[in-house]
């Protein structure tokens, strides 16, 4: 697993983990069980508090993408390719949203962005 910190970003540290992690886990660099460092350990080699790293895996759980196994460590819960599909259907769909947005506020038309799309 390869974090790379922008500290001089807007984005906070522990989102700046949660983001890189489940993009790795979506282009399949991190797989289906693969353990992840402890805390601690990501803690030291990013150089960040461990209540950040926390925060960050706690965000993870909750979104299903990391578990923890008591005495055995933390490893990669990966979503099945159908979720992953969804995920970047969503994430599609919002950035559409923004667009049409966008386009109302401007008046260009939707036939013009379908145009855009399409080029």
Do not use: N
Request: aromatic share 4%; proline share 3%; no cysteine.
């Amino acid at each position: 697993m390869q974090i790379l910190l922008q500290l001089r970003s807007k984005t906070p540290i522990y989102e700046q983990i949660v983001i890189q992690v489940k993009q790795q886990i979506l282009t399949g660099a991190l797989k289906d069980g693969d353990p992840i460092p402890s805390m601690r350990a990501l803690a030291k080699t990013l150089k960040v508090s461990v209540i950040t790293v926390q925060k960050a895996y706690e965000e993870l759980q909750r979104k299903d993408l990391i578990e923890s196994l008591s005495g055995r460590g933390t490893f990669i819960k990966a979503p099945t390719e159908t979720e992953i599909k969804q995920e970047y259907r969503t994430a599609i769909a919002e950035l559409v949203a923004k667009i049409m947005a966008l386009a109302r506020e401007s008046g260009i038309a939707k036939q013009e962005i379908i145009e855009m799309l399409d080029s």
